[in-house]
Structure formats: C-alpha cells, structure tokens
C-alpha cells in the first residue's frame, strides 16, 4: 500500500462544475496536508494546506480534511479550463523535518 | 527575487558520466529539498537539508549525493550516471524544516542514454 494514494484519473468535469479530488493516507500520524496543482511541464505550485480536521475555504477552492477516515480532499467549485493541470496532494507526517510524502497526482480535464 | 533557481534546465549523460545539478534559492529559507518526479510515481524526495550544514536522506537516495555549501545553494551529484535515472528533478525550499510550505525550482530534465 502506498503512503499517499491518489486516483491518477483522468477526472474530467465540465466547465462551471464541481471537481472533487481525493486523496488517503495510510499514516495515522501525518499532521499536515497540502494540495499542489501542476501544470504540464512546470514545477509543482501550492494552492492550499491544511492542518485540523474540517473545512478550509480560499476562493474557489475547499480543502477537507478527515483524520479518523485517513482522507483529504480538494473541491474546485466553478472549474475552469485554467484549472486543467495535475494535483498533487501531500503529507508531512509529522517528524521533526519538512519531508512530504507526495501521491502520484490525479489529472483534472475540465472541458468548455 | 527568483525564488528557487535550478541549473541547468536540460541535460543528456551517458552512462557512468556524472554531474551536478545546481540549486540556489534567495528567499532566506532554512530548507531545502530534492526530488525526482519520474511518470506516474509522484514526486519522490531524493535527499534534504534542514539547516545550513546538515544533509539527510529521503526515500531514493541511492545514486546521489549532496552538499549544503551555503545556506542559498543545494547541489545535488550523480557520480555515475545510469538509465533509471533519467527524470525530472526539482529543488524546492521551505523557510522552517517542519510541516511548511516548499517553493519549487523550475526542474531539471536529466536523460541518461
């Protein structure tokens, strides 16, 4: 079983609908997560990081996160072709270093 | 600021050639990081540096090795190249050493023919 798992899709949604990314992890310790979204070709960039279990709104974008379940999601409301690109969540699992374990990403198609 | 600065952008090796991929970073960051993303796998760390002076191993660092020389630079060597190394790899930083958002470089594309 891998650490962080994600589905690599593609997940294909159309324009103005909800995206629903999701991602388990198998370390009940990890502490932290966060979402990076990457576009084909370039370095990873984050969107957003969560701690607590719950919600975590920015704009467009709802992190959710559930610790007793292993799970930690990214909703993109309003999709836009812009949003096209892999998401790469991660975890810190909650050593004393940085070090993120990474799932292997899902795609995310959002067609006009 | 550039933020993270990777070098070079491209590069092909035969195998057993080495050379070292060169980070710099010019946000103060405490940390820093290397990664190989390879199709489908994620990105795997390589090795870390907490702090100026200490270097650490991730998950893949067989193959590799590195050096802290300042707290700006992070080089990352293949002493002896081989094919299972071709891939991409991206530097990235952090300003602490725990749980804190990294900045990535831009990516080297390294093929090992």
């Known amino acids: 079983q891998k650490e962080v798992e994600q589905n690599s899709g593609p997940l294909s949604v159309p324009e103005g609908a909800i995206a629903s990314l999701n991602c388990t992890y198998s370390?009940?310790?990890?502490?932290?997560f966060f979402w990076y979204r990457q576009y084909s070709g370039k370095s990873p960039e984050l969107i957003m990081f969560?701690?607590?279990?719950g919600d975590k709104e920015d704009g467009r974008f709802t992190a959710q996160l559930n610790k007793a379940s292993q799970y930690v999601s990214l909703l993109i409301r309003d999709s836009q072709p812009s949003d096209s690109a892999t998401y790469l969540c991660?975890?810190?699992?909650?050593?004393?270093?940085?070090?993120?374990?990474f799932g292997q990403g899902t795609t995310l198609q959002v067609k006009p | 600021n550039a933020g993270v600065t990777q070098t070079p952008k491209f590069q092909v090796l035969k195998t057993g050639q080495s050379m070292t991929l060169q980070c710099a970073q010019d946000?103060?960051?405490?940390?820093m990081y290397w990664y190989r993303q390879d199709p489908g796998m994620g990105l795997r760390l390589i090795y870390y540096?907490?702090?100026?002076?200490?270097?650490d191993k991730g998950e893949v660092p067989n193959g590799y090795n590195v050096s802290r020389l300042n707290k700006r630079e992070f080089s990352l060597r293949l002493e002896s190249a081989a094919p299972s190394q071709t891939s991409v790899y991206f530097c990235?930083?952090?300003?602490?050493?725990?749980?804190?958002?990294?900045?990535f470089g831009p990516g080297t594309r390294l093929t090992v023919l």
């Open positions: 990235a930083s952090s300003e602490r050493d725990r749980a804190d958002t990294q900045y």
């Open positions: 946000m103060n960051h405490n940390s």
């Open positions: 991660a975890v810190n699992k909650g050593s004393n270093t940085g070090k993120l374990i």
């Open positions: 370390d009940r310790g990890s502490q932290s």
């Open positions: 969560i701690y607590s279990n």
């Open positions: 540096s907490a702090s100026e002076g200490t270097t």
